[in-house]
């Protein structure tokens, strides 16, 4: 088990930032790559970004490339994502996940991922 515990969303307007955090329970957090995804309402949960095991590798839905940043720290055991350049479409429940699997391995789609945190609300108004 990984309990994983989201943070950090809001209500900002749009063109503002948020920074996301997930902080993990437990001494093998540097064994997961992590990644965020987001279910808006009345949609499925789809993929934001990604993070290897390291830290070292990222990758992006297009829809976020160049506005958002993932960043992992294992000696603190958490997983960032902050968010620039927020718009309307962002509105959504922020999900932090952690992958047991290699980070090449099904990384775009929520079955690819073991454990999940509870989500956090982030509203973006125009």
């Known amino acids: 088990q990984l309990p994983l515990v989201e943070s950090g969303g809001g209500l900002v307007q749009a063109g503002g930032s948020l920074r996301l955090s997930c902080a993990a329970s437990?001494?093998?957090?540097?064994?997961?790559?992590m990644g965020w995804f987001r279910q808006a309402s009345g949609k499925e949960r789809e993929f934001v970004a990604a993070?290897?095991?390291?830290?070292?590798?990222?990758v992006y839905a297009d829809s976020v490339k160049g506005r958002f940043t993932i960043s992992k720290d294992n000696a603190g055991a958490t997983v960032d994502l902050k968010m620039n350049s927020l718009q309307p479409e962002d509105t959504a429940v922020y999900y932090c996940?952690?992958?047991?699997?290699?980070?090449?391995?099904?990384?775009?789609?929520?079955?690819?991922?073991?454990?999940w945190g509870q989500g956090t609300q982030v509203t973006v108004s125009s």
């Open positions: 996940a952690a992958k047991s699997t290699p980070f090449y391995d099904n990384r775009y789609y929520y079955t690819g991922y073991d454990y």
């Open positions: 437990g001494r093998t957090f540097s064994l997961y790559a």
């Open positions: 993070i290897s095991r390291s830290g070292v590798s990222t």
